[in-house]
């Protein structure tokens, strides 16, 4: 008798398990989300490094800028754009301006020993 009711644990249990890992499966993006992903443009920072040293945006495009903090806490500024994203501010709508134009990003947090080495620029093609 008890091997028949460990065996109704067992798989009651295992079927319980595949229930839960198939109800957690994530949903694909909407639409919506992927246009909003492609006009968005991620800088990544972490402790003293942003995740690329250029990024690249078409000329006349209308992007939103934003900012991930994955290590430490930093902030932003575009010279020539004059965005700052710092705080609660981590996003900002811009509209880049003509091929050719570069413009410099630093960090404007003071986040440790290589922060005056944290820059890195877009550039519009």
Do not use: R
Not at 23 to 35: C, K, M, N, Y
Not at 107 to 119: F, N, R, S, Y
Request: glycine share 10%.
């Amino acid at each position: 008798m008890y091997k028949w009711i460990m065996a109704v644990l067992f798989f009651g249990a295992a079927a319980l398990g595949v229930g839960i890992l198939f109800s957690e499966l994530p949903q694909p993006p909407s639409e919506e989300e992927l246009a909003a992903a492609e006009n968005t443009l991620e800088i990544v920072a972490s402790n003293w490094d942003f995740d690329k040293d250029e990024y690249v945006v078409e000329a006349g495009s209308t992007m939103t800028l934003a900012l991930n903090n994955k290590q430490g806490l930093h902030g932003i500024s575009v010279s020539g754009l004059g965005i700052e994203l710092q705080g609660a501010s981590l996003s900002q709508e811009v509209t880049f301006g003509e091929a050719g134009e570069v413009y410099e990003i630093n960090c404007i947090v003071l986040c440790g020993q290589g922060h005056a080495e944290m820059t890195a620029k877009i550039v519009v093609q």
